[in-house]
């Protein structure tokens, strides 16, 4: 116990001395702009593309018809707009009949005057659509549904009372596909922080051991508790950051969307409870994949020897992340059981379980998990800090170097 504690003080120490200066320096600054600005500059281009997709004119079709024949085409053009979804339908311009209608299709087909992307002749009975598109374009598709309902509208049929329709505010399948939304946004914001964050902590460690630093700490101090110091802090840090990107977007999403997270698809276990198990699920994914991160920073040398050590991990956690996703609206399958049991991947699997079920012991019970495996990785990490560089116990050999030994 005794002994427990002077880790536990001795991290403290290391963590605070890495927390104040991270935090309290100048570049701290840039790192919180950093992901501000790519944001913000999405979110311009975005509302530029969005007026101009406003502003952008439908494809034009000149209708070479009779007067009553294309009022029939219009209408039905009328009757269909709500099925064209963002894109407007193809709009349609009157172009009364000339001797040679053939050669009038192909005058307009031509004008630079007139930029039509199509010519419609024939009318009703014997329509013939001339223009530079796909067969089974969206243009012909249209063309054709105008017609067709052109044409029916033309028979005199008794059709009966109008389709009577009731709205409500909500059905299971409904509030399933916003609850499966909500899972994969939830592990998409989980798996971009962690990305972002976690490999901060190889670079630190190397800049130590270059500067020896590292040496001397061990010296002074456990192995465990620099590793488990360096790891508090760096979670720290990253929550600080987390609170002021999570403030721009709180103030992002009030200006896009009035109801703030209420216009959002609600979690099923609410939102108060689903942010928090977003920060808890974070803190364990930074404190699992940081573990392994501090491992291979003990082992590198440079900088190079990181980036090739790191990148198979990094590669890793991509696949962890598609493997916790199989199990999204599936949350009692097996594979979202085994990506819960998973350590690596149990962070992101129970995220998606708090948006779609209201249970709440799976999650503490996930959570006791997750530290288990933090402190394995940790004592693993630092058990193979001190034999392979600092040489202390039992020298660590790769299996081929324990081959070539032999």
Same mark, same amino acid.
């Given at each position: ?187 998409? $914001? ?150 819960? $049991? ?34 394995? $990785? ?29």
């Amino acid at each position: 116990m005794m002994r427990m504690n002077e880790t536990l003080r001795a991290a403290f120490v290391i963590g605070r001395r890495d927390f104040a200066a991270t935090v309290f320096s100048k570049t701290f600054l840039f790192f919180l702009l950093g992901p501000l600005f790519p944001l913000a500059m999405g979110l311009m281009f975005g509302g530029i593309g969005a007026r101009v997709d406003r502003n952008a004119a439908p494809p034009t079709v000149a209708v070479i018809a009779s007067p009553a024949d294309y009022t029939k085409l219009d209408k039905a053009r009328e009757q269909l707009s709500g099925l064209g979804g963002d894109k407007p339908l193809v709009a349609l311009r009157s172009v009364a009949p000339e001797p040679g209608v053939k050669d009038q299709a192909r005058h307009l087909l031509d004008s630079e005057e007139q930029q039509v992307l199509g010519v419609l002749e024939g009318g009703l009975a014997k329509p013939h659509f001339t223009g530079a598109v796909n067969a089974d374009g969206r243009t012909v598709k249209q063309m054709e549904m105008f017609i067709r309902e052109a044409r029916r509208a033309d028979i005199a049929v008794d059709e009966g009372p109008a389709m009577q329709v009731t709205l409500t505010q909500s059905s299971s399948g409904s509030i399933a596909f916003a609850r499966g939304l909500t899972a994969r946004l939830g592990q998409t $914001i989980l798996f971009l922080l962690t990305v972002l964050l976690a490999g901060m902590l190889l670079s630190q460690l190397i800049e130590e051991k270059s500067n020896k630093v590292i040496e001397v700490l061990a010296a002074a101090v456990p192995v465990d508790a620099i590793f488990l110091g360096k790891l508090f802090a760096m979670l720290c840090m990253s929550i600080v950051g987390i609170a002021v990107w999570a403030s721009a977007g709180a103030a992002g999403i009030a200006f896009y969307a009035p109801g703030g997270l209420g216009a959002l698809p609600p979690p099923a276990v609410g939102w108060p409870f689903f942010i928090a198990l977003i920060i808890l699920y974070f803190a364990m994914s930074y404190l699992l994949i940081g573990a392994t991160f501090l491992g291979i920073g003990a082992q590198a040398s440079t900088v190079r020897e990181v980036q090739t050590m790191s990148m198979p991990v990094t590669m890793a956690q991509v696949l962890l992340f598609g493997f916790a996703q199989l199990g999204v609206g599936k949350p009692d399958s097996a594979e979202a059981i085994g990506a819960s $049991i998973f350590p690596l991947s149990s962070p992101f699997a129970m995220i998606a379980r708090a948006a779609e079920s209201p249970l709440v012991w799976p999650h503490l019970a996930a959570l006791a998990w997750q530290a288990l495996w933090v402190a394995i $990785i940790l004592r693993l990490a630092s058990n193979l800090f001190r034999r392979s560089v600092l040489k202390s116990g039992k020298r660590f050999r790769w299996p081929w170097q324990r081959r070539a030994a032999a």
